[in-house]
Structure formats: structure tokens, C-alpha cells
């Protein structure tokens, strides 16, 4: 008898699996995540100063599907420490959010098409135009399409994101950002960029601007790049002709543990801002931390320079005195592109050193600081109104 029960219970079973469908099963999943405090310090905000530890933590899952399909799941928590108030009894989690969440697509029969559709970090080159803003504990991530097409030593990607939708109850007008972004690595003697970008916005954001540019990189005994774009088109309903020049050359020494880097960027500014006519560059969604020196005084531009536009001088040095450290040390003299009624076009200088130091594969530990110089024209455009100090520490462990 209970043999036979035995029997029962497998067939019944066997029927079951052979009727129920099975779930599909990934072939492998990679687990990723990140703790990132960090504490800062900063002299004057506003009329006085502040310090604070704010701190990002992610958790990610990577997941093979099949052959042909992976998806990518990213969850974030971005907090300032103390927050909430109570330890035991705020467990909102405000800032606890989705940062990353897509499928990408990569048929057998066409591997050199990639499609990733969902919410997705993506950055171009050097940021300079469109970034995924690391430094920022939130980081930046788009909502849309992208498609990569590689063939050789040459891609193109195309991406079409959506940044607002007015069918969604928190926003009012419908925001679209497109870009064509193509790379060459055997062009001469070095890598070609070229690209196009197009914002588009409705209602009170009246926008439809085209970004287009080219990137030229060279290395060797000396790496050096150059970066040219202009924009046209309308934004917030003034016709818009604003443009960028960026270059750089850079040499190593003592078998690469010196470089030092000329630097110089120029993003067009107004004269008159009141005429009807926008000539001031927009670097829309770039990385500007990385740029414009760490003590993030033109993070926004054109909103930072009051519309004047930039212009940055630089000196980069970067040093490797052990094999688990590095030094850097930036010296930035920024001023306007266009003076306007400014008194002066000196915006003031920056000195930044970071020292970072790898404790181990997974542990890294990052500290330095920055002190600005302002001058005359970095308080009459509402930013400075005197010389400022920030300073930072930061651990990072990775898995």
C-alpha cells in the first residue's frame, strides 16, 4: 500500500510539471553593491558655514537570462546622516530609490546590436555634455532607449530618453532628450568623436536645442584631446547660438608616475542678456564636477555664471609616489567669457588636492580639499562673497 501511495505521488507530481510552465531561469547572476560615506566641509554657505556626512549605498543584481538577454536591477539609498531624527522611529527611507532598472537585448544573429530599454546611467566621453555625475551621491540615470551598433574599432549609439512626462501627476510639461553619438578609434594618428544632441521641451520650458560637436583625442609621449560644439536652435523660447572650445595637452614623466596637464576651456557667454537672444553655452547634463574644480562653484552652468559664460585656465598634476597612492593637485583662474557689466572678468582662482589611497581590491579611501580665491566678479554674480574652503573624506567599498 504505501509503495502504491509512493507511485501515486510521482505521477502526480510528473503530470504537474509536464502541465505547470516552468519559470525561466537565469544562467548566471552577479551581485554588485556599494557602501560610500562621505563627509565634507564648507566655509561660508550662505552667511555662515556647514559640515556633514552624506552617504550612498547600492545594491545592484546582474542576470544573464539567456544568450541573447541580460537585465540589470540597481536599488539606491542616498542619506545625510542624522536625517531622521529618530532611530527607531522614522523608517521612511525618503531618498530610498530605483536608480537603475533595465533589459538589454543583444540577439545572437546580430551581435553588433546592443538594445538597453529602461532606466540607465549612460555617459559620453569625458562627461563634458552628458554624464553619469558619480560625485553627486544621487548619480544621474535617464528613463528610455538606447541602442549601440559596433562594428570594428567604430560604434554608434542613439538614445532616446524621456526627462519629463506631463501624464505623470508631479509634472507639468513634456521633456525629450535624442543624441547621436559615434566614435572612431583609428582616426589618424588618434580617436574621433562626433555627435549630436537635441533637447526638447513644451509649455514654460519652450526648448528645442541641437548640440553638435566633435571630439578629437591623441595619445602617446604627449596625450592631448580637443572638444568643439555649438548649439542652435531655441531655448526657453529665445533662439539660441552659443558655442565651447575645450583642449588640453598632458605629458608624462619618471615612467608614468608624474603628469602634468595644460588645460584650457572656453564656454561662450552674453553681453546682453536682455536682448531676446541666448548666446551662452549650456553644458546640459555633464559631469561639471569633473571639470570646472572640485569645489563645484560653477556646477550649473549657464545658471552659476549668471549667463557670462566661462572661461577656465588650468595646470593638472597628477603623481604616484607608491603604488596605492595618488596625488593630484588642480590650479584653476576662472573668469567670464563675456564681461557684460561685471567690473571685472576675473571670477576668482581655485587650488584643489586630492590624495587617494587604495586599501585594498575592494576599499578605498579618498580625502582632499579646495580653496577659492574669489574676486570681485564671483560676488557680484551672487556666488562668493569671500575666499572659501572645502574639504572632504571619503570611503568607498565595493563588491
Request: glycine residues 10%; charged residues 25%.
Amino acid at each position: 500500500m504505501i509503495g502504491e501511495e509512493r507511485v501515486a505521488r510521482r505521477l502526480i507530481t510528473a503530470v504537474l510539471l509536464a502541465v505547470v510552465p516552468a519559470p525561466v531561469c537565469a544562467q548566471a547572476v552577479t551581485w554588485h553593491g556599494e557602501v560610500r560615506p562621505r563627509f565634507e566641509y564648507r566655509d561660508p554657505v550662505g552667511t555662515g558655514k556647514d559640515d556633514f556626512t552624506v552617504m550612498r549605498v547600492r545594491a545592484a543584481m546582474d542576470a544573464r537570462v539567456n544568450d541573447d538577454l541580460s537585465v540589470f536591477i540597481q536599488l539606491q539609498d542616498v542619506r545625510y546622516w542624522g536625517e531622521e531624527t529618530d532611530p527607531s522611529g522614522d523608517y521612511a527611507a525618503d531618498q530610498f530609490d530605483m536608480h537603475q532598472g533595465y533589459l538589454r537585448y543583444r540577439p545572437q544573429r546580430a551581435p553588433w546590436l546592443t538594445a538597453t530599454v529602461g532606466r540607465q546611467a549612460t555617459g559620453f566621453g569625458e562627461e563634458r555634455l552628458v554624464g553619469v555625475s558619480d560625485w553627486s551621491p544621487q548619480g544621474r540615470a535617464f528613463d528610455g532607449v538606447r541602442l549601440d551598433a559596433t562594428h570594428g574599432a567604430s560604434n554608434v549609439t542613439i538614445v532616446g530618453y524621456k526627462i519629463g512626462e506631463a501624464t505623470a501627476p508631479t509634472v507639468s510639461d513634456n521633456q525629450d532628450f535624442f543624441a547621436v553619438y559615434a566614435t572612431s578609434k583609428r582616426a589618424g594618428p588618434g580617436g574621433l568623436d562626433l555627435y549630436w544632441l537635441h533637447q526638447r521641451g513644451e509649455g514654460a520650458i519652450d526648448t528645442r536645442q541641437h548640440t553638435t560637436g566633435l571630439r578629437y583625442v591623441l595619445a602617446g609621449a604627449v596625450d592631448a584631446r580637443f572638444e568643439g560644439a555649438l548649439q542652435r536652435g531655441r531655448r526657453t523660447g529665445d533662439p539660441v547660438s552659443a558655442y565651447m572650445i575645450t583642449a588640453y595637452a598632458g605629458r608624462g614623466f619618471r615612467d608614468g608616475r608624474a603628469h602634468v596637464t595644460l588645460w584650457y576651456d572656453y564656454l561662450s557667454g552674453d553681453d546682453t542678456p536682455s536682448d531676446g537672444r541666448t548666446e551662452v553655452f549650456s553644458t546640459v547634463y555633464g559631469t561639471n564636477h569633473k571639470s570646472y574644480g572640485f569645489a563645484d562653484q560653477f556646477r550649473n552652468i549657464p545658471a552659476n555664471t549668471a549667463g557670462h559664460g566661462l572661461q577656465d585656465r588650468a595646470v593638472k598634476l597628477t603623481l604616484k609616489p607608491a603604488g596605492d597612492v595618488v596625488l593630484e593637485v588642480d590650479a584653476h583662474s576662472f573668469a567670464a567669457a563675456k564681461r557684460g557689466t561685471l567690473s571685472t572678468a576675473h571670477f576668482g582662482d581655485e587650488l584643489d588636492l586630492t590624495v587617494a589611497y587604495a586599501c585594498s581590491e575592494s576599499l578605498s579611501l579618498m580625502g582632499g580639499g579646495s580653496r577659492v580665491f574669489q574676486d570681485r566678479a564671483m560676488a557680484e554674480i551672487g556666488r562668493l562673497e569671500r575666499d572659501m574652503t572645502w574639504a572632504f573624506v571619503m570611503l568607498k567599498a565595493i563588491f
